[in-house]
């Protein structure tokens, strides 16, 4: 497929033989940390990455994309969680599926399974299509899910013992919201 580079709106778009073009592109990303007690079978926000979009168009698709970095509480929340988008208050995903545990994507865990202290297995890149169908502002958020029991707490952007020390890591996370012209 030929790649056609243009400007839109002040930013360099890139429409390709379907002529789908971007229109706009929002962002945050947070270098923060925060610790987020997540409620076992309840979907919650991550507070912290969310972005608001105004789409131009009734048609346009927003192509969602997050990073989220971090460690669970608890090792098992990394294999029981989910990560999704919310459109306001509409969770985007996969579609209930009974008593399933539902979202775009799991967490990535690493080769280390025991150590819930310096170790991050929380980490999730995930990319999802919405279509809106408004020209009202939107707010899109990050949430997860997650079925282990205890109520896991979720160390966004470092490591549970978060100790000064090499073996004790930081992170950033990020949400983008980029319109296309449908």
Known sequence: ???IKT???GIQSVSGVDGNVILQLKRTQFDGTNIITCTSDTDIVFTDL???ITPSSTSSIIRLECMVNGEWSVNSATYNGTVFFFRDT???GHPTASLRNVGVSGFMRSIQTTDTGSTPEGTASVMFYDTPNTTSQITYKV???TSSAGDPVYHLNKTVTDADGD???RF???ITAIEIAG
């Open 172 to 174: 950033v996370s990020s």
């Open 7 to 9: 400007k839109a709106r």
């Open 143 to 145: 949430g997860v899910h």
């Open 167 to 169: 073996a004790y890591e």
């Open 50 to 52: 969310t972005v608001n």
């Open 1 to 3: 497929m030929a790649l």
């Open 90 to 92: 509409t969770k985007l």
